[in-house]
């Protein structure tokens, strides 16, 4: 029986843990604050905030909401987030993805200080992660890693396989396994032999945007398999890219979707918001 990875009860400890920082950081005189900016009504994005604002309330973490017109231009997005640059009293400056069509993200995101990304997508903060400098780390793929910590499970010496090379996720993802010392390959759409590759892997991250693309053809008996994908399926439930009735049964350790890679996202981010502290010191 595989054992079930619980990122709700793991980033709710986490959770907990930063709840008592955050208390302590109040004490002597230090208030953590969190703007968010939301340009237009996406519901998904909409839910997200939502989450974000709730987990600031319960870590004890200022929150400021910023709830954008669609019709808001890039410029008055740009000068938004110039203003919340140059304020000592916030530490992180969240701009909710995706953007209208008429604002050019990229340009949005690299305005971000890199001091106060907490989201880890600025290109200084990616640099800083590729050779081992401090900086803040995209919240998806670090919280996997403390999903495998905090299960025990061993990184160091591994064959890591990470199926998807997106910025925000397939790429920093082997990059913190590399920092964990795991031996990494990274696969993608243009990968030939996928199955021959991913049955190599101690620990497989899948992050490919398929639904249930992974079947147990594709894993080692044994392995460890961590699934970020998110989908509804035909009857509107939930599902990742892995297959779980069909994998769970061959792999030592697997992460259900929804309750596994998810929680931990939003915890991550609150993570960087108390570490954004020290960076800004």
């Keep these: 029986m595989a054992l079930r990875i619980d990122g709700k009860k793991i980033s ?28 237009g009504k996406d519901p998904a994005s909409t ?46 400056i969240l701009v909710q993805l995706p953007l209208p069509e008429h604002i050019n993200e990229n340009k949005i995101l690299n305005t971000i200080s890199a001091k106060k990304d907490v989201d880890g ?23 996997i890693i403390e999903l495998l910590k905090r299960s025990n499970i061993e990184i160091e010496g ?14 920093p993802m082997a990059l913190l396994l590399l920092r964990e010392n795991g031996t990494v390959t990274v696969c993608h759409s243009r990968t030939k032999d996928l ?8 620990i497989l991250v899948v992050a490919l945007g398929k639904p249930k693309f992974i079947t147990k053809e594709y894993v080692k008996e044994g ?24 994998v769970e049964p061959v792999c030592s350790a697997i992460t259900p979707v929804p309750g596994g890679v998810g929680p931990m996202t939003i ?3 609150m993570n960087n918001c108390v570490e954004s502290v020290e960076i800004q010191k």
């Design 12 to 39: 709710m400890e986490m959770k907990d843990e930063l709840k008592e920082k955050v208390a302590a950081m109040k004490e002597d005189g230090v208030e953590i604050t969190l703007a968010v900016i939301q340009v």
């Design 47 to 92: 839910v997200y905030v939502g989450n974000k604002k709730k987990a600031c309330e319960y870590i004890g973490i200022r929150s400021l909401a910023y709830e954008l017109p669609e019709e808001t231009t890039e410029s008055e997005l740009l000068e938004l987030v110039e203003s919340l640059n140059d304020r000592d009293d916030v530490n992180g």
């Design 121 to 143: 997508f600025h290109p200084q903060s990616v640099g800083a992660l590729s050779i081992g400098q401090k900086g803040f780390v995209s919240c998806t793929p670090a919280g």
């Design 158 to 171: 591994k064959e890591c396989v990470v199926v998807g090379r997106s910025n925000i996720v397939g790429k």
């Design 195 to 202: 199955k021959e590759i991913t049955k190599r892997a101690d």
């Design 223 to 246: 392995a460890v398999v961590i699934d970020v994908g998110i989908h509804r399926n035909e009857n509107n439930k939930l599902c990742g890219d892995v297959d779980y009735d069909d």
């Design 267 to 269: 915890t991550m981010l």
